[in-house]
């Protein structure tokens, strides 16, 4: 419990609201966390492994209509509808006490209401935000254990000032018909409920973090991004970072958490965040990065010892795993953990499995939850208070065809158009999309931004003025496909050829061509030495088709007409210069 008359104040409001049985006050100590688990087995919601190859690891099972973010039911009830703008779904404030509220009446009878208190944000950081989230799941409470810092630091941070994020979360009946995460950017506050997924109910991460957090930027003059933060340090020690918005499920996790290649001796990356960067202008007049998060929720299939040792290292103790296989064991299997599958499994709904099966044994959007201290690479700044400088700044996504492996923009704004004209092929992060087709996601915030994304543009406009020490900002694609459908880049570790390229850049080192699109690298400037790829490949990557891209801007330009006058003048100034370009 609290001084703060203002958080007791709501809590009382809340629990008037959904009438636990209890309510319980999280106060973040190991102890707690120890019994929390543990009454989490007693309930048989968490399957213990094997203690001796996952030491302090479980598995849980969510509901299976529950598996992965609702952009569907995800709104922002901004006030006036303008506000939220075209890319959001919408509902008035009144609108959501109507259809919403009525889901927490009684909720929480027979169940206990737990009051997590945290901070996204290093403790004491200047830039650190408190959250509240009272929730009746206690796996998302432990959730919230390893993604922020949780409890009693919270409340010392927080005293009795006002300025904390309220966030409101119920399992309710866990009907798909009853499911909703509502934001409410002028009063800071978070409704979920009917799911206990991830994105939609660790409310620190997406809706904290990203969707309140971002208006809160607009208006305080600093950015909320969707972004990993990675260290790069070259042989001679010279240390660069780097920030990069990919959409979800394309690759900010490995990337973050990259390994060079044994041809590129001496490079060393370091690790600060892999999904949500806050960026403020340092008195040097540079963008200084912090990672608000203090655990990684990452995408399960696909990581395995040759492709992301770092996450597997992370994941190997004290480690959440939701909707993986479970082995004969007592341990965890996904597609690609290894190469061939153990023979039997239990698969993600508890059925049993057999190698071979047409069937998937974890789903495609399984998650690990592991503690950002367990990775092995984690930077040693990655709690600095004031964060890291960033040099560089990339947008990528997941594009089969047509945008190259790696390119430079001309300018702060070139890149902001960039950013803003980004399309990826849909994963399985989110339900209710197609998986693999094509969508503008700007800057990897379409799910994400809390308000007009026009303004949001004008916002990156603006931050562009405030500085002439502003990061570069780069594309890269690691996931063109060739004519049988095989990726041809190879990715993850060999991912830092790119970056040291990058970085070089940043520093005026590296060549590149000058191409209608932007600075791109040939063949040559580019580490290859110990790059298991055919050259003419390579430079099919590199090349710039610019009949396939007038296409491509008369696409993004129609897609900004959605954004009406909000569309900054800025960019359309940018537009203009890359089609004269084109032409
Ligand atoms: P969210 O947690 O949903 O935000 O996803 P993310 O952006 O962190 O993506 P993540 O790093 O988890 O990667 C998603 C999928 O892309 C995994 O299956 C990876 O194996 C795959 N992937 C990541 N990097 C690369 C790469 O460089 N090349 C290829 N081919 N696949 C990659
Ligand atoms: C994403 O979907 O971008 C994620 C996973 O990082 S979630 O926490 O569900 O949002
Ligand atoms: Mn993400």
Redo the contacts with the bound molecule.
């Keep these: 419990m609290t001084s703060n008359k203002l958080v007791m104040d709501w809590v009382d409001s809340v629990a008037q609201i959904t009438q636990p049985d209890e309510i319980y006050w999280w106060n973040g100590s190991d102890e707690e966390y120890e019994r929390m688990c543990a009454e989490m087995v007693k309930r048989k919601e968490f399957i213990p492994l094997n203690k001796k190859n996952w030491p302090g690891c479980y598995l849980y099972r969510s509901d299976p209509t529950d598996v992965a973010r609702t952009e569907k039911v995800t709104y922002i009830c901004s006030e006036r509808q303008e506000d939220a703008g075209p890319t959001n779904n919408w509902l008035s404030p009144a609108d959501a006490e109507k259809q919403i509220l009525p889901w927490y009446r009684g909720a929480m009878k027979g169940r206990t209401m737990y009051v997590v208190p945290y901070i996204m944000g290093p403790v004491g950081g200047a830039s650190s935000k408190v959250g509240f989230e009272i929730t009746d799941s206690l796996y998302v409470a432990l959730n919230m254990r390893i993604m922020t810092r949780s409890g009693r630091v919270a409340l010392d941070q927080l005293g009795d000032s006002d300025d904390f994020v309220k966030g409101m979360h119920s399992l309710g009946d866990l009907k798909p018909e009853h499911r909703a995460v509502a934001h409410f950017p002028e009063r800071k506050e978070i409704w979920s409920v009917g799911t206990g997924y991830g994105g939609n109910a660790l409310l620190g991460k997406k809706c904290h973090a990203l969707r309140i957090a971002s208006a809160q930027a607009r208006d305080e003059g600093w950015l909320a991004e969707h972004m990993l933060i990675l260290g790069l340090e070259s042989p001679e020690g010279d240390l660069h970072y780097i920030a990069a918005a990919?959409p979800?499920?394309?690759?900010?996790?490995?990337?973050a958490m990259l390994i060079p290649p044994e041809s590129m001796p001496g490079w060393k990356a370091w690790t600060v965040g892999?999904?949500i960067a806050w960026m403020r202008f340092g008195e040097d007049g540079r963008l200084w990065a912090i990672n608000p998060e203090a655990g990684f929720?990452?995408?399960a299939?696909?990581?395995g010892e040759d492709?992301n040792q770092n996450a597997i290292l992370s994941v190997k103790s004290n480690s959440f795993f939701t909707n993986v296989a479970l082995t004969e064991d007592g341990g965890v299997w996904w597609e690609?953990l290894t190469k061939e599958a153990p023979a039997t499994l239990t698969d993600w709904l508890g059925r049993p499995w057999k190698r071979g099966s047409s069937e998937k044994a974890a789903h495609p959007n399984s998650r690990f939850t592991a503690p950002a201290k367990n990775c092995p690479s984690i930077s040693p700044h990655w709690e600095d208070p004031q964060g890291v400088p960033i040099s560089a700044i990339l947008f990528g996504g997941r594009r089969s065809h047509l945008t190259p492996l790696a390119l430079e923009t001309f300018s702060w704004n070139h890149g902001v158009l960039m950013g803003a004209s980004a399309g990826s092929e849909t994963t399985a992060?989110a339900t209710d999309n197609k998986m693999g087709t094509l969508r503008h996601d700007p800057m990897a915030m379409l799910p994400f931004c809390g308000y007009h994304m026009g303004d949001y543009f004008k916002h990156w406009i603006e931050i562009g003025k405030r500085s002439d020490n502003l990061p570069k900002i780069f594309s890269v694609n690691?996931?063109r496909l060739d004519e049988n459908g095989k990726?041809i880049w190879p990715?993850?570790g060999e991912?830092m050829r790119v970056l040291k390229w990058i970085v070089e850049r940043c520093k005026g080192r590296a060549g590149a061509k000058t191409t209608p699109i932007g600075y791109i690298p040939a063949a040559k400037d580019l580490h290859t030495s110990g790059l298991n790829m055919d050259i003419t490949k390579l430079e099919g990557i590199l090349d710039v088709d610019k009949n396939l891209w007038r296409e491509e801007i008369k696409g993004a330009e129609e897609y900004f007409k959605t954004f009406e006058d909000k569309f900054p003048q800025d960019l359309t100034q940018e537009l203009n210069d890359l089609k004269k370009r084109l032409s």
Excluded: E, Q
Aim: charged content about 10%.
């Design positions: 990919f979800s499920g394309c690759g900010k996790t490995n990337l892999d999904d929720f990452g995408i299939p696909g990581t492709t690609g992060a690691w996931f990726f990715g993850f991912n």
